[in-house]
């Protein structure tokens, strides 16, 4: 604003953020200002009339002197050098000629080229006003002579007094939990807060309820989503698969029931850590806290991880139901995600004495110390970590009891179980173990290698080789033999049955 009062602004204003926060919009204002020869200062702000001439044609969008471009159908060279050649021009009226060109970032490499000339060194009349979300997309030369604002997601609070607002003067009935539904629905973004409320309006008849948003929207209520976590957290697979049959059968979208978890387990966790979020409704975080204090932060987490990365499983699997209920299913189930209480630490009771153990099994010191040993005594403990570890390899695991360090090694197709033992839950799950394995404490480390072999790759390996052994075996078995030589023909597909899978007696 002191630029413009002291007719100092610069040629080039680039404007990043969000999508739907309004840069398109404050693009337009700061037009305005440029243009308005009654401009005002009033102390804090410099504002435009709105009232004359350059005002009005900048609102309705008709100033010939404010040109509005879409970087992405207008991203070519063409485009460009017409810009450039217009550029050359004096406005129509007033001192300025402003263009404003939303999603740069859209525009090939050839045009930002061409473009950067006349940034560089923009004719005296002429100022550039971009806007995107992207602008890690636009080259350091175009950036390098551009003054940049960096504008913020609006909050939950700005959203739902504006929405607040809005439904005041439109005099539409509402009340207050719907307008928090739709701020936490946007995301930050007003204008998508604006649009999904007009949404809501023309399906509630403009009488906005919780539950109207919900409906319209696909929302899945608050207490569904809390029921389905208290299932998981409280090993209850079945109350929780309960919930989600009667979401699912209610016609709510399975991407939007998981991300809808997410964010519940999102809030779970910043109220472990002492972070409530103070947006939600006060019976909301009654509910999350309470969820919280049903498992220790580092199950919470891993948890989350899992539901995580299962959503883009459901997003592209032909059978996303089957998925989610395996999910859920896994999270309340498995023993890696399941704390040891002092009940289950404790000892048997006197009526039931546990037998001696070996020798041995009295210490792990007796056990190999190889890497398939150190899975194998992980499986007993924790098994969903000894399944991340079988697609790892370890080449020199002796060096690593006598460094200290364990470095694990995964294929690149597997660097998902490379993130998953970096994580600090399983990272301090599998320390623990190693110390107890090892004798000692280990650090753990990882990393992509496409030449490691790892027991996945050698269970594979041999299962192929069995396989291929018994379609040998069958194609050369003497029956086989003589039934092609009566009756011609070619052996079909051979089927691989485990021993115990056929259906004969005993």
Same mark, same amino acid.
């Given at each position: ?78 485009a460009v050098r017409e810009i450039r050649e217009n550029a050359k021009f004096l406005p129509s009226s007033g001192g300025r000629k402003i263009y404003i060109i939303d999603e740069v970032h859209m525009l090939t490499t050839a045009a930002f080229n061409a473009l950067l000339k006349t940034v560089e060194e923009p004719p005296p009349h002429v100022t550039f006003i ?6 890690? !997309? ?27 607002e809005v439904a005041k003067a439109e005099g539409v009935k509402s009340e207050p939990a719907a307008f928090t539904l739709l701020a936490h629905a946007a995301e930050g973004s007003m204008r998508d807060a604006l649009s999904l409320m007009d949404q809501v309006i023309a399906f509630s008849s403009g009488n906005i309820t919780a539950q109207a948003v ?154 190999? !110390? ?6 194998? /005594?992980?499986?007993? !403990? ?27 090694? /995964? ?25 107890? /394995? ?48 009566? /009756? ?19």
């Amino acid at each position: 604003m002191n630029a413009i009062r002291d007719n100092r602004d610069g040629g080039a204003y680039l404007l990043t953020g969000p999508r739907g926060i309004g840069k398109t919009s404050i693009a337009r204002i700061f037009s305005k200002t440029l243009r308005c020869k009654s401009v005002s200062w009033d102390g804090t702000w410099l504002k435009s009339c709105d009232k004359c001439p350059d005002c009005t044609e900048i609102t309705a969008g008709t100033s010939v002197d404010v040109i509005e471009i879409d970087g992405a159908s207008n991203n070519g060279v063409d485009a460009v050098r017409e810009i450039r050649e217009n550029a050359k021009f004096l406005p129509s009226s007033g001192g300025r000629k402003i263009y404003i060109i939303d999603e740069v970032h859209m525009l090939t490499t050839a045009a930002f080229n061409a473009l950067l000339k006349t940034v560089e060194e923009p004719p005296p009349h002429v100022t550039f006003i971009f806007a995107t979300t992207e602008p890690h !997309k636009i080259p350091d030369t175009i950036l390098s002579r551009c003054q940049r604002f960096d504008l913020r997601r609006v909050t939950v609070a700005e959203i739902h007094t504006r929405l607040t607002e809005v439904a005041k003067a439109e005099g539409v009935k509402s009340e207050p939990a719907a307008f928090t539904l739709l701020a936490h629905a946007a995301e930050g973004s007003m204008r998508d807060a604006l649009s999904l409320m007009d949404q809501v309006i023309a399906f509630s008849s403009g009488n906005i309820t919780a539950q109207a948003v919900r409906e319209s929207i696909g929302l899945v209520e608050t207490q569904a989503l809390h029921g389905i976590i208290r299932g998981i957290f409280g090993r209850k697979p079945a109350d929780a698969l309960y919930i989600v049959n009667q979401a699912y059968m209610h016609g709510h979208d399975l991407r939007v029931m998981m991300r809808g978890i997410i964010e519940s387990l999102h809030s779970v966790i910043l109220a472990k850590v002492g972070v409530p979020d103070n947006d939600l409704p006060e019976d909301e975080r009654e509910s999350i806290t309470a969820l919280a204090s049903m498992r220790e932060i580092e199950e919470i987490e891993l948890i989350f991880q899992v539901m995580h990365q299962g959503l883009d499983w459901i997003a592209r699997s032909p059978r996303p139901k089957a998925v989610f209920d395996v999910l859920v299913v896994k999270c309340a189930t498995a023993e890696a995600l399941v704390s040891s209480t002092p009940a289950q630490q404790s000892s048997p009771p006197p009526s039931a004495p546990r037998a001696a153990p070996p020798a041995s099994a009295q210490s792990t010191s007796s056990q190999a !110390k190889t890497w398939d040993g150190l899975i194998s /005594f992980v499986r007993d !403990k924790r098994p969903m970590l000894a399944s991340i570890l079988e697609h790892g390899a370890c080449n020199d695991i002796s060096r690593a009891c006598a460094a200290g360090t364990l470095e694990i090694s /995964f294929k690149s197709s597997d660097s998902y179980f490379r993130t998953q033992i970096l994580a600090r839950a399983c990272n301090e799950q599998l320390s623990q173990l190693c110390k107890e /394995f090892f004798g000692r404490g280990i650090a753990i480390r990882a990393e992509l290698n496409d030449t490691a072999e790892t027991p996945a790759d050698k269970r594979e390996r041999e299962r192929q080789r069995h396989e291929r052994a018994a379609i040998d075996a069958a194609q050369n078995h003497p029956v086989i033999t003589e039934a092609k030589s009566l /009756f011609g023909g070619e052996l079909g597909p051979v089927e691989i049955t485990k021993k115990g899978d056929s259906d004969a007696p005993g």
